[in-house]
């Protein structure tokens, strides 16, 4: 079976989606499955063991390399013959449609709940417009065959907005590299700990993003003025603005600690006692599950589909809202108790443990499978 794989960019470290485009095509591949990647960007340190194509779109703004990637993808895809076109980013036609990154028509919503102001932001930024557009089109029953989402928020959500049949979507949860994301990481905590200046019995939280603000690192330096603990701050982003933060709320700078983006961030859940992510919109955090399956408490918002692995008082907490910093820090002060965080940790690892690849891969190949037959007869 030939598979085309097409996505926004193809990394092992740059974010989630990249990440999981990574792990699908190498593992598609081990599977003895002919499997061609096409993105926009490729990290030159990535693994170079499946052939990759760059999609160059034209980039003078967001709205036209959107729409001109949509188009290039179709233009190199054409009469190459692919069984199945897997699609992880929007363009369209495809036959399977992987919604990882949630429902675009829900996360304007969310952002700006105004209806006014929503149709505002629309005119004023034509790339919502062309978003919108992509979406609409691909979630047409004639531009695809099946949609794969990583949670079953997102499925409600595309069920809620979108005339779609359920037996249409299938929710397959991404795996976790458990040979990188395990209780083993353990072993670096005296060394991580010691290189930033943090003290063996430091209550220590763990928060991995690019996406600073939407995942919400405000609300976590709010609940640091509730509550001690230092903080890890692991990915991309302008730290000057949090820092001003941090100053305004009185919490002392050697607590909130930013390591910038990390090759090795399982080192910095192994120097953790718990996971915080109050993210704004989450289809499923890969984060989250990585925290899991190091045996890492995880306090997340309802809005993260990854809550659908974690029960509330059992492995980890829930906030109903992602501005709360008060409760965040209520269920930090409770983490405190290092045989609540043991207990806590047991069932992330139970949870964690059917995460895998091979269970995603066989997954989503069974669905390939089903449509490649069926666009044989």
Not at 3 to 18: C, D, K, P, Q
Not at 184 to 196: C, D, G
Not at 299 to 309: D, P, Q, R
Request: proline letters at 3%; one cysteine or more.
């Amino acid at each position: 079976m030939r598979i085309a794989l097409v996505g926004r960019g193809y990394s092992l470290w740059w974010g989630g989606a990249e990440r999981v485009m990574v792990e699908l095509s190498r593992a598609l591949k081990k599977e003895g499955v002919d499997v061609e990647v096409f993105v926009e960007r490729v990290d030159e340190n990535s693994p170079g063991d499946v052939p990759v194509r760059r999609i160059q779109p034209v980039r003078i703004n967001s709205a036209l390399k959107l729409y001109t990637f949509h188009r290039k993808v179709g233009s190199a895809l054409k009469g190459k013959g692919f069984d199945v076109v897997f699609g992880m980013t929007q363009f369209f036609p495809l036959d399977v449609y992987w919604a990882g990154g949630g429902v675009y028509r829900h996360w304007m919503r969310l952002r700006f709940e105004n209806p006014v102001v929503r149709g505002i932001r629309y005119v004023l930024s034509p790339a919502h417009l062309v978003m919108s557009w992509l979406e609409e089109n691909i979630l047409k029953e004639k531009n695809h065959r099946h949609i794969i989402t990583n949670s079953k928020l997102v499925k409600e959500q595309l069920l809620e907005y979108f005339n779609i049949p359920a037996e249409r979507i299938t929710v397959i949860y991404n795996g976790i590299d458990h040979s990188v994301f395990n209780p083993h990481t353990k072993r670096y905590r005296k060394e991580i700990r010691s290189a930033y200046g943090v003290k063996e019995d430091s209550l220590v939280a763990l928060f991995v993003a690019n996406n600073w603000e939407r995942k919400g690192l405000r609300t976590l330096i709010r609940a640091m003025r509730e509550v001690d603990f230092t903080l890890f701050v692991v990915g991309r982003g302008r730290k000057e603005g949090f820092l001003k933060e941090a100053e305004r709320l009185g919490v002392k700078k050697d607590r909130l600690i930013f390591t910038g983006a990390r090759k090795d961030v399982e080192r910095f859940y192994g120097a953790s006692d718990l996971f915080v992510l109050p993210t704004q919109y989450d289809p499923c955090s890969g984060v989250c599950l990585e925290a899991m399956a190091t045996g890492l408490p995880v306090i997340t918002t309802s809005s993260n589909g990854a809550v659908e692995l974690i029960e509330h008082g059992k492995n980890g907490f829930v906030m109903k809202h992602w501005l709360d910093h008060r409760e965040l820090a209520g269920f930090i002060e409770r983490l405190k108790n290092r045989a609540l965080r043991e207990s806590f940790s047991e069932e992330s690892l139970r949870r964690a443990k059917p995460l895998t690849w091979k269970n995603t891969l066989g997954a989503m190949l069974k669905i390939c499978n089903t449509i490649a037959q069926e666009k044989l007869t």
